[in-house]
Nanobody, 122 residues
Framework: QLVESGGGLVQPGGSLRLSCAASKFTLDYYAISWFRQAPGKEREGVARISAYDGSTNYADSVKGRFTISKDNAENKVNLQMNNLKAEDTGVYYC?????????????????WGQGTQVTVSA
């Protein structure tokens, strides 16, 4: 299972750090992605990290503001979100990919967390 944490209410320009914890497998062996779903919108990919070499990819909307990383000691994948904007509001999910260097399609992922709510508002 995957469990997200760290969401909350933050003002525009603020920061949050989300964590994705795994309980029954080692996250470092898999590519992990973060997705988000805003109210009334489809779920979209935000960031992903490769299993093989730890390379990362980001959606254009978050480049330069979000950073995905693995904490192998804690068996977690973190998403550091800085300079948050109102349009970053949504439920954030982490997901485990079947294969390394996945895209953003749902079928490429076999485990999903329940999500954590991020609200950016003044």
């Amino acid at each position: 299972q995957l469990v997200e944490s760290g969401g909350g209410l933050v003002q525009p320009g603020g920061s949050l750090r989300l964590s994705c914890a795994a309980s029954k497998f080692t996250l470092d062996y898999y590519a992990i992605s973060w997705f988000r779903q805003a109210p009334g919108k489809e779920r979209e990919g935000v960031a992903r990290i490769s299993a093989y070499d730890g390379s990362t990819n980001y959606a254009d909307s978050v480049k330069g503001r979000f950073t995905i990383s693995k904490d192998n000691a804690e068996n977690k994948v973190n998403l550091q979100m800085n300079n948050l904007k109102a349009e970053d509001t949504g439920v954030y999910y982490c997901a485990r990919a079947y294969a390394d260097r996945p895209g953003w399609e749902n079928y490429e992922y076999d485990y999903w967390g329940q999500g954590t709510q991020v609200t950016v508002s003044a």
